[in-house]
């Protein structure tokens, strides 16, 4: 056998077997990869970073010292998922947003779930994202989360797990759209011959999704794309997506409310806006509702929200379902609503509010990873393994002082994928963020955005710690006699 071209590493890799025989789903690509010099991938890569600079795909990261402002770090060498691994990832997540809509549906209604001690009625209704605001308030369709974006990882038994959900408003689709464009092109002839399942269509999906959630008799809804503004990490996104779906990119002070129906400030008068996909977070979408002192929403919108003249999407209050608390419970929530168990399961999960496993999460620090509920983008987290004793120190008196807000989970070694790293392809720790709409029906995109930790042996994969991306295949079902590879 010959020898594998990088060194997988002890977690499971995507391309290689325990044995370093290249996986099946692979053999198109390792092919590719190893007909060309380490100069060609250079050339290749260098080629996709000047795309994605020209192109303007930027990120901000707040807090960095220099210019805050930079190109997303992609890799050039797509990860690959074969058709019947995406099948399970595919019915996982629909079982598991159905679920979670439904859940929403029911605790901001008649709260039968927290009744019937499913899950414990405090730390529902004590969650920092739990909205009194939207008790009985009518959401379409009951569809809450309408894009939702959970993060799955690959355990070293190879199955795939979710690591959270995302649903509030979840970011990185335009990344899987441009890594897709930039993949095809570095790669033209593996991906015709790789049979990959297209993304391009996201776009024209989520704008259905959005007008699905119009009232029925608005027969052409205007949507548009709320956004916190330029100095926001994720603004680039915002921007490309209200421009691949035709519609008004506007921050709070293009809209204005009169009579409890919502317009848009255009050169030619006002225009009614039927829906909007919001980018900005609960507390900042209506100062007279939520924070006062904030000035990127806009004033009586959730009053024309409540009146039923407009949808908000994401629904505000869609963060309790995406608690990193209330995800523990996520496998009883699909058993209460649906009577199934979980396509996909959770990673075991300890609540630092339960005396006994706060306990244990405290006594063995080094090997839990430890995350605040209410935080997200890698920000209030320890990963344990990797901290030093004064930072485990620190954190456990932070633990301590407010046990409610924690939640540890065991040190899940990521699965690893090729990269090529400063010249060299090297392996490196992934995991997947696939994309979910829900408005009249759910959609799952059949692409994902995967996240890479770009630093060797870190377990940190996003792109706010300085994680990268790259393009993710998930191949057609196979043809007849060609087994489920890509041919």
């Not at 499913?118 to 008790?135: H, K, N, W």
């Not at 806006?273 to 007279?288: A, H, K, Q, W």
């Not at 620090?365 to 209410?374: R, T, Y």
């Not at 620190?394 to 989970?409: C, G, S, T, V």
């Amino acid at each position: 056998m010959a020898q594998p071209f990088y060194t997988p590493g002890a977690a499971f890799d995507e391309m290689y077997d325990p044995a370093s025989a290249v996986r099946d789903h692979y053999g198109v690509m390792h092919e590719r990869l190893t007909s060309l010099s380490a100069e060609d991938l250079n050339a290749r890569q260098s080629t996709l970073e000047r795309s994605f600079l020209l192109q303007g795909i930027t990120f901000t990261v707040y807090g960095a010292e220099a210019a805050t402002e930079r190109i997303i770090p992609t890799d050039l060498i797509p990860r690959i998922i074969p058709s019947a691994e995406w099948d399970v990832i595919e019915a996982g997540l629909t079982q598991r947003l159905r679920a979670l809509n439904m859940f929403l549906a029911d605790i901001y209604g008649e709260q039968q779930i927290l009744m019937d001690g499913i899950i414990p009625r405090d730390l529902v209704l004590g969650a920092p994202s739990y909205r009194r605001e939207m008790q009985h308030l009518y959401v379409p369709h009951k569809a809450y989360a309408n894009v939702c974006g959970s993060d799955l990882i690959r355990g070293q038994d190879g199955a795939f797990y979710v690591l959270e959900d995302n649903l509030r408003v979840p970011s990185g689709v335009s990344y899987m759209l441009a890594n897709r464009d930039a993949a095809r092109r570095t790669f033209p002839g593996a991906f015709r011959a790789a049979s990959v399942r297209p993304v391009e269509r996201y776009p024209d999906l989520l704008l259905t999704t959005l007008k699905s959630m119009a009232q029925d008799w608005r027969t052409d809804p205007q949507v548009v794309v709320l956004t916190p503004g330029v100095y926001n990490s994720a603004y680039y996104e915002h921007a490309y997506l209200a421009r691949l779906m035709g519609v008004p990119l506007v921050e709070g002070r293009d809209l204005v409310i009169h009579e409890n129906m919502v317009y848009m400030r255009m050169t030619t008068g006002l225009q009614r806006v039927d829906v909007i996909y919001r980018r900005v977070d609960d507390d900042y979408i209506d100062p007279l509702t939520f924070r006062r002192d904030s000035s990127l929403g806009v004033g009586g919108l959730f009053n024309a929200y409540r009146a039923g003249n407009v949808v908000i999407c994401n629904a505000p209050g869609t963060g309790v379902a995406d608690d990193k608390a209330v995800y523990a419970y996520v496998p009883e929530i699909i058993r209460y609503y649906l009577g199934e168990d979980a396509i996909l399961p959770n990673i075991e999960t300890f609540l630092c509010r339960e005396p006994a496993q706060l306990n244990h999460v405290l006594g063995n620090l080094d090997k839990f990873v430890v995350k605040a509920v209410g935080a997200s983008g890698g920000y209030g987290m320890l990963v344990g393994p990797h901290a030093s004793k004064k930072e485990r120190e620190e954190f456990a008196e932070a633990i301590k002082a407010d046990p409610n807000n924690y939640i540890a989970q065991p040190t899940i070694q990521l699965s690893t994928a090729p990269c090529l790293i400063d010249g060299r392809v090297e392996s490196r720790h992934v995991d997947l963020r696939p994309f979910i709409l829900s408005g009249e029906k759910i959609v799952v995109t059949p692409g994902a955005l995967t996240r890479v930790a770009l630093r060797k042996g870190s377990l940190v994969v996003n792109s706010s710690q300085g994680g990268g991306s790259k393009d993710t295949w998930v191949l057609g079902p196979p043809r007849e006699g060609m087994g489920d590879v890509a041919p």
